[in-house]
């Protein structure tokens, strides 16, 4: 009987993979034709500029910042490089224990000002409002408001807004000169947009001035090499595909747009959740699914936002287990949209896509493992069942990832190194042994821990940007892109 049950069980998880790998690699291949398609374009892309009145939307930018005075001025300073003609600036300081307002007030040489605020979503009270113009006449606000919260200071960020469209970046952050452009493009395309989400790529090696690459090192950490290939497997090949049929759920709290008025419509941010981010998207699905107003959320890999990840394994499991709480709320408090035909094919597939493949997948790897390993010296398995599961659970991730680091050199060119390029695909092989593993372990953490900790935001240390002159200072190395 025993030996029936781990049968049966080693039979799930096989199909469990599988069903997994087919969903990757028809992703995949949507994926590199788009890419090609994009690129055959780009020529023609090139041509079009966003500059006239008639042409384009002004955007108001939002930074919610809590303790990073490390980091909040060199986002700032890289805002002030946009290709866009009309946008405003507006840091949202959440009660930080250090310096964060002090640091931008000196930078920018703001002053004190009394403004009403209009308030359209809840949020907590503010305590002053400095205001600056800076160049190129773009107005930079700075609100120090009581601790709330992520969504919180995003409310009041909405709040003092004046344009209809409003971008949430982190303060950790870096926009490349055209990402607003490309961001703001699906918006004059289809106004059914209401909301599109940018490429996020990891900052920790990347050397920027005025909004563009100047520099691309190789990272040396091995848990940032990790995090910059499963980056580009996520923001090339799945995001991509859930375009096609308006299944997106989730735009990085990183770096997204949104109609502001469509945000407003439905209560703005729940703070009740640390998972702010995927709440507000799937919370837009429902309302306009439920009162069948056309839509579309998109999202487009040419808008990039370079963004610090942790480089210590404390921050990155605290990410990570804030990231799984999240999920696990938003799809916990939205559950009757689960195989719900009135909510079409985000009801269908990619609720349920989510539930399975992202909420449960961290307990099904590491127990499928755990169980054909056990089966395998307890003399339940076979060898040649043991190499085709391994075969399947390592050989498509490490397919995924390989394509993923080759599409990123042919869309962004930003790895202009073979020896880089092989280097990240032999680390794409080694991702199956230890770092899947770990990441799955933290996320799993996130199911113990959820009652006692879906209100609570967990800070990862901050650095400095990377500037120009680091370049010489690294110029003799020879792991250098």
Not at 30 to 37: A, G, M, Q, R
Not at 388 to 412: K, Q
Not at 413 to 419: A, E, G, L, Q, Y
């Amino acid at each position: 009987m025993l030996k029936l049950i781990i049968d049966y069980l080693n039979i799930f998880f096989m199909y469990y993979v599988f069903i997994y790998a087919v969903i990757f690699f028809i992703s995949t291949v949507f994926s590199i034709l788009d890419l090609n398609e994009y690129k055959r374009k780009q020529k023609y892309l090139n041509n079009i500029r966003i500059k006239d009145e008639d042409n384009y939307i002004p955007v108001s930018i939002l930074v919610p910042a809590y303790n990073e005075e490390e980091t909040v001025n060199d986002c700032i300073k890289s805002l002030l490089h946009l290709d866009y003609p009309e946008y405003e600036i507006i840091v949202v300081d959440d009660g930080s224990k250090d310096n964060t307002s002090n640091v931008v007030i000196d930078a920018f040489n703001l002053k004190k000002v009394a403004r009403p605020i209009r308030r359209v979503v809840k949020s907590k009270k503010e305590k002053f409002i400095y205001e600056g113009i800076l160049r190129n006449n773009i107005k930079l606000t700075l609100v120090r408001k009581e601790n709330g919260g992520k969504a919180d200071a995003l409310n009041m960020g909405i709040n003092i807004s004046k344009y209809p469209l409003f971008v949430t970046l982190d303060a950790d952050s870096i926009l490349q000169n055209d990402s607003m452009k490309n961001i703001v493009t699906p918006f004059i395309e289809d106004d059914t947009t209401i909301a599109v989400g940018g490429n996020i790529k990891v900052a920790n090696q990347v050397v920027l001035d005025k909004g563009k690459v100047v520099k691309v090192f190789s990272p040396k950490k091995l848990l940032v090499i990790f995090q910059t290939i499963e980056y580009y497997r996520v923001f090339l090949t799945t995001r991509v595909w859930f375009n096609k049929f308006n299944g997106n759920l989730i735009i990085s709290g990183a770096f997204g747009l949104f109609n502001k008025n469509s945000v407003v419509n439905i209560g703005g941010y729940d703070d009740d959740t640390i998972g702010e981010d995927m709440e507000l998207v799937v919370k837009l699905h429902s309302f306009y699914r439920k009162n069948k107003i056309p839509y579309s959320i998109k999202y487009t890999h040419n808008a990039i936002c370079w963004s610090q990840v942790p480089e210590k394994l404390g921050d990155f499991k605290g990410q990570r287990r804030r990231w799984h709480i999240g999920l696990m709320s938003s799809l916990y408090s939205h559950k009757y949209i689960l195989l719900n035909p009135k909510y079409g094919i985000v009801g269908i597939f990619s609720f349920l896509y989510f539930i399975v493949y992202e909420l449960f997948s961290c307990i099904l790897d590491v127990l499928g493992l755990a169980i054909i390993t056990i089966s395998y010296f307890a003399g339940f398995l076979n060898m040649d069942f043991v190499i085709t599961f391994l075969l399947l659970y390592i050989g498509f991730g490490v397919v995924i990832s390989v394509t993923s680091i080759v599409l990123e050199g042919y869309v962004f060119k930003h790895i202009r190194s073979n020896r880089t390029i092989f280097k990240l695909m032999c680390f794409s092989i080694l991702e199956s042994f230890g770092y899947r593993q770990l990441t799955s372990w933290y996320r799993i953490s996130g199911f113990i821990g959820y009652k006692n900790s879906k209100h609570k935001w967990d800070k990862i240390t901050r650095k400095k940007q990377n500037r120009v002159n680091d370049i010489s200072n690294k110029n003799n190395e020879k792991m250098a892109i």
